[in-house]
């Protein structure tokens, strides 16, 4: 293990591009506070591999609640005495037109992807702000270009690179610098259902490099975007090319 003192939290860290971002900080001996729904044998592989790394805790909740912001600062707090990064990268789906939607689903992307960051923002501000850390979103490319039948995705995400530049701008003088990535397909459970159909379709027609994205390519960014400490308040697309295309 490496003999770094840094602290992260991450919300969705057990699972995914969570993980991934999980395991690139424990590479660099950066002690890790995890948040997940629950356990399985999954998600306790995940933590038996990063415990080989880092001093590593996991408390289990819905990101979305207040309280569970509010726990993960507190037990991070606790346990190594500082918070040098946090990554909320807890999320899900969210299908369907604006037709389809009933207001208690649109508002429960709200709680997932808007409103979870809101909480885990100020929870977990005076930590950040008093050794100057990093907060980075976990964004999507749905929220920079318009995608069929995915509107309360798109609009949630869509919010996330104009709220890093507000609390960029809000709190650079406290040292706090805040990111956004924006992730393309990327191998995960999130596209796990993909036919073959619009598989055969994203390679061929939509992704110009002709491949998916793995979580390690989005953990390699957020690496660079926690760690460079002259980036504040920019988004950074991971998608091979599939938002920049005009055709």
Request: neutral net charge; hydrophobic residues 45%; charged residues 20%.
């Amino acid at each position: 293990m490496s003999d770094s003192d840094e602290a992260a939290v991450i919300t969705g860290g057990t699972r995914g591009i969570g993980a991934a971002i999980a395991h690139a900080l424990a590479r660099r001996g950066v002690r890790l506070v995890l948040n997940g729904r629950g356990r399985d044998p999954e998600v306790d592989q995940t933590l038996s591999e990063l415990g080989t790394l880092t001093e590593v805790e996991m408390l289990a909740g819905d990101a979305a609640d207040p309280a569970t912001s509010e726990n993960l600062v507190n037990l991070a707090k606790s346990r190594f005495g500082r918070i040098d990064y946090v990554v909320p990268a807890a999320g899900g789906a969210h299908p369907g037109r604006i037709t389809d939607l009933s207001f208690e689903q649109w508002s429960e992307a709200f709680r997932i992807h808007v409103h979870a960051i809101f909480h885990l923002f100020r929870s977990a501000h005076a930590a950040l702000a008093h050794r100057g850390g990093a907060f980075l979103m976990i964004g999507s490319a749905a929220g920079i270009r318009g995608c069929p039948d995915t509107i309360a995705y798109q609009t949630v995400k869509g919010a996330l690179p104009q709220m890093a530049r507000a609390l960029a701008r809000d709190h650079g003088r406290e040292g706090i610098r805040v990111n956004v990535l924006e992730p393309g397909i990327i191998r995960t459970r999130f596209h796990a259902a993909m036919s073959p159909e619009a598989e055969r379709n994203n390679l061929e027609n939509r992704i110009p490099l002709r491949r998916f994205g793995a979580p390690e390519h989005v953990a390699t960014a957020a690496l660079e975007l926690l760690t460079n400490p002259f980036i504040t308040g920019e988004t950074l697309v991971i998608d091979g090319g599939m938002s920049m295309r005009m055709v």
